[in-house]
């Protein structure tokens, strides 16, 4: 009897050292007996006058500065050098535990889970049986119904209150929606989709014309539907290279150094009048040979913008009087017809795969045929410099569609930037595949100010 006694003792306090160790080595863990006892305030709202939590989790925090120094930072933000503060920071936090015997806490937060709905915060405070309160839940809480009539709630954020006056059951829930709900209707094994555009969701940064003459002649061309209507003799684009600007500078074989103008290929007036480039009579056919820039071999061209080593952001605002809206200079990437973009080649515009970021610039050289004749705007890579994106090679001249920093035109201030005007603002993306003509139906609504909207 003392034997079985001695290892009933020794197998109770191993169990209790193995505890205390996976306490420890589970997070901290605190366990407080509050004086009063029974006749305090706290027993009164919690019950029993104890309060038990367990607090594990993990921080990291990473905290430095990216610091890059680059000859092609200057024709960024005019600075050599930039200094980025680089911070990332994880969390994970687990708390459980009672406060008295009426509040749990469960606590479950993770900065790396990929949904909001996955980070649990729940507090459940339970009343004794004789208690108007019953129950209340806060934070990630759920409404169940017994009728169908009156459907319940999921992924919800809230408080939820259970009470009881005698045999009245009253159940409220205050909280925000996380998750959603959808409803399809199929007809003939087709679903049936309806969707709401306003005039400002059209397709943005992705469709650009390739000149002033394309966007004012857009008009007339689809006037007479489904024929497409030319004018000056224009036939059709026949060759085309697009490039859009590489950040941060990396190597590669189709990375070039480029100088992109806005009115490269424009009449000499599209940026000395302030309308020249949205009047109806505007819009003559873009050439090289019909600019303000002396393309001839010797010229300010080769001088300026295509020598590597000349300073050719300077050359373009104190002797050509452009804004910065109006040139980018930097390394570009030549995309891929078919997979990054695709052209009309009548309407004379291009529409990009994906949509271009706030720091990207696209630039294009196209070649034409009017009056039998073949005209060029910019320069193709295959007919300058070479093709290793290095700093003495010639660069490319080219007709910007879009630069990196785009403002927005400005009536109070008088700011009009005239490659604003090549972003095709009129395409809108349908949210839906497979979608038959024969069945689609639009309807249109207009609401002047003060009135209820009209369809047509």
């Known amino acids: 009897m003392r034997q079985a006694l001695r290892q009933n003792w020794s197998t109770v306090q191993t169990q209790r050292q193995r505890q205390a160790s996976q306490r420890r080595r589970s ?14 305030a706290f027993t009164t709202i919690f019950g029993r006058p104890e309060v038990d939590l367990r607090v594990n989790g993990q921080a990291n925090i990473n905290a430095g500065f990216n610091y890059r120094k680059s000859d092609q930072q200057v024709a960024f933000s005019g600075r050599a050098a930039q200094l980025d503060p680089d911070f990332k920071q994880d969390l994970r936090l ?71 006056l005698g045999g009245l059951q ?68 026949t060759e085309i290279e697009v490039w859009k600007l590489v950040y941060p500078v990396r190597d590669d074989e189709n ?14 007036e599209l940026l000395t009048l302030a309308d020249a480039y949205t009047r109806d009579d505007a819009g003559a056919l873009p050439d090289n040979r019909n600019d303000r820039y002396d393309d001839t071999p010797g010229g300010e061209v080769d001088t300026y913008l295509r020598n590597g080593q000349a300073n050719a952001a300077a050359y ?20 891929e017809p078919g997979r990054d973009y695709t052209y009309d080649e009548v309407l004379g515009y291009i529409s990009l795969t994906q949509r271009l970021q706030e720091n990207e610039a696209l630039a294009v050289a196209f070649r034409y045929r009017a009056g039998g004749r073949i005209y060029q705007v910019g320069d193709f890579s295959s007919e300058t410099g070479g093709a290793g994106g290095g700093q003495d090679e010639d660069r490319l001249v080219l007709k910007l569609l879009r630069p990196s920093q785009l403002r927005q035109p400005s009536p109070a201030t008088g ?4 490659v604003w005007y090549l972003e095709l603002r009129n395409l809108y993306r349908l949210p839906g595949r497979g979608i038959n003509p024969e069945d689609f139906e639009l309807e249109i609504y207009y609401q002047p100010p003060g009135k209820t909207a009209r369809s047509s």
């Open 27 to 40: 997070g901290l863990g605190v366990s407080i007996a509050l004086p009063g006892g029974r006749q305090s």
């Open 94 to 164: 687990g708390i459980t535990g009672t406060i008295g015997d009426k509040l749990r806490v469960n606590v479950n937060w993770d900065t790396n889970n990929q949904f909001d709905y996955q980070n649990q915060l729940r507090l459940e405070y339970t009343g004794y049986e004789d208690e108007i309160i019953q129950r209340i839940e806060a934070g990630n809480v759920m409404l169940q119904t017994p009728s169908q009539l009156i459907r319940g709630g999921q992924s919800l954020f809230g408080i939820k209150a259970q009470l009881q």
């Open 170 to 237: 009253l159940t409220t829930v205050a909280s925000q929606q996380e998750g959603q709900s959808n409803s399809l209707t199929i007809s003939g094994g087709a679903q049936t989709t309806t969707f709401d555009l306003q005039p400002t969701d059209y397709d943005d940064g992705r469709h650009f014309f390739l000149a002033y003459y394309f966007r004012n002649w857009w008009e007339d061309a689809l006037s007479d539907p489904p024929n497409i209507r030319v004018a000056n003799g224009f036939e059709r684009i």
């Open 255 to 268: 990375v070039r150094q480029v100088v992109a103008i806005v009115d490269l290929g424009e009449p000499e």
């Open 316 to 335: 373009l605002k104190d002797q050509r009087g452009l804004s910065e809206d109006d040139f980018q200079i930097g390394r570009f990437k030549r995309l």
């Open 415 to 418: 700011y009009n930037p005239a």
